[in-house]
């Protein structure tokens, strides 16, 4: 059980240099995982605990993943990445347990980054305490709160958890002590969504006639996750069209493609 939910990753492979149009967010998160990774005789000089976990929110597709890979690259920790719906759906009567084997797996690792994915999927505010497996899910949180609150901040393990629905959240995970430094990665506006599309298409065989300032302005309300679909599928249609070259009307037609895609997921969650 513990390893088809637990992903460890000895050297996840993102850089800071993948991630497009979230400086801010990056510097925070340098700030307060990074730092008491590999400096941790700072905090301790200062006297200061660093925050224990951080919150990223915001939108599906927008790069929370990435960063908490990337800090987990940068200072060479393993990076365990848990969902939170699996957590509680895929294996009832387990979450307690996993969570507390994934704070073993993670101790067995250091120095390590512990991703929690769907954090709101074990740590919702309570709706109706009746449904079936509420109790399940109000265990797993409690069991990862007393993970957290146990253990020594100035440690070499580090916790992210992230989520699409902050609006959800059950307040005692966010205390002081717990997640309490919160992070917001939005979808980026046009300028991050100028420099995406440029991370995308490094390796690619762009034509000259490619504006990406004009693909940047075009693709409104695109995610991180929308602009690389865009780009591999833009290289679709220069190899139906036989070309190993990628044109500007490539992309013109894969942005389209893909945002009636997302029109139709929309459309049928309703
Ligand atoms: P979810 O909430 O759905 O888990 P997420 O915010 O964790 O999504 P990621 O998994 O980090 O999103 O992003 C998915 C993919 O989209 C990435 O692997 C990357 O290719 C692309 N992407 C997303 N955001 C960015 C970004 N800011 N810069 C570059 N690429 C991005």
């Known amino acids: 059980v513990r390893a088809r939910v637990m992903q460890v990753d000895h050297s996840p492979d993102v850089t800071y240099e993948d991630i497009g149009g979230l400086d801010d967010q990056l510097q925070e998160v340098r700030e307060t995982v990074e730092m008491p990774l590999d400096r941790p005789e700072m905090f ?25 890979k990337a800090v987990a690259n940068q200072t060479n920790a393993s990076f365990i990445k848990m969902a939170g719906s699996e957590l509680v759906h895929k294996f009832i009567g387990e979450g307690a347990k996993l969570v507390r ?30 449904t079936s497996g509420d109790a399940e899910v109000q265990r797993t949180m409690m069991q990862l709160l007393s993970e957290m609150d146990g253990f020594d901040e100035r440690g070499d393990i580090r916790i992210i ?24 990665v939005p979808k980026p506006e046009a300028d991050g969504r100028e420099i995406i ?3 995308h298409t490094r390796n690619m065989n762009v034509s000259d006639d490619v504006d990406f300032h004009e693909l940047a302005e075009t693709a409104v309300d695109a995610s ?6 865009v780009c591999t599928e833009a290289g679709m249609f220069a190899i139906r069209d ?24 929309v459309g049928s969650s309703l």
């Open 44 to 68: 301790e000089e200062v006297g200061i605990n660093p925050p224990s976990g951080v919150l990223l929110y915001g939108p599906p597709g927008t790069g929370k993943t990435m960063l908490a």
């Open 224 to 229: 991180g996750a929308d602009i690389k679909a």
């Open 101 to 130: 084997d994934l704070f073993e797996v993670a101790r067995e690792n250091e120095p390590a980054v512990i991703f929690i994915d769907e954090i709101d999927a074990i740590a919702s505010k309570r709706t109706d305490s009746k």
């Open 197 to 199: 599309f440029k991370i």
């Open 242 to 265: 036989d070309r190993t070259e990628v044109y500007r009307q490539d992309f013109v037609d894969a942005w389209e493609k893909i945002r009636l895609d997302n029109d139709e997921d």
């Open 161 to 184: 958890a992230a989520t699409n629905r902050f609006d959800m959240l059950d307040e005692a995970i966010l205390r002081p002590g717990r997640f309490d430094r919160l992070i917001e």
